[in-house]
């Protein structure tokens, strides 16, 4: 059937959850948009919730903790941007304000939880690369097995 698969880090992430059904949740509401915003509001609204989740994934993959802030920067940008499409749909009515408020405190939450990170992140100042120890290898040590 299915083989395991390795889990990464910023799976684990609970903003990264939090990111990833927000992007579900934005894409159902924009469905619901004018045609005419297709390419201008829609794009942008599903592009900006996207990139939370996605740039905290990019960033998890570099090696030092100084360049995963940088992703979980802009990752809080990307949600801050959202936050302005979604105003923008309200006042064009495209949604109520109803809608906002539920939105607005899933942000504030995901925005929360990404200056956490960041702060945690500046703070530890770890590089991956400075993690990797040579192996020395040990001759005398193979020459008993021989």
């Not at 802009?74 to 979604?86: F, N, Q, W």
């Not at 956490?116 to 005398?140: C, G, S, T, V």
Request: aromatic share 16%; net charge positive.
């Amino acid at each position: 059937m299915y083989q395991n698969f390795y889990i990464y880090g910023f799976e684990k992430l609970e903003v990264c959850q939090k990111a990833r059904r927000l992007r579900v949740e934005i894409k159902l509401l924009s469905k619901s948009f004018p045609t005419d915003e297709k390419f201008d509001l829609t794009s942008q609204i599903r592009r900006s919730s996207s990139s939370v989740a996605t740039n905290l994934a990019e960033g998890s993959g570099r090696a030092s903790s100084m360049d995963q802030a940088h992703f979980t920067t802009i990752s809080y940008s990307s949600a801050l941007e959202t936050i302005d499409h979604l105003n923008y749909a309200c006042g064009m009515k495209y949604i109520d304000s109803g809608i906002l408020y539920t939105f607005r405190l899933k942000l504030d939450e995901i925005l929360k939880n990404l200056n956490a990170l960041y702060k945690f992140q500046k703070r530890r100042k770890l590089h991956l690369k400075n993690m990797w120890q040579p192996i020395q290898f040990d001759y005398e040590f193979f020459q008993f097995y021989n």
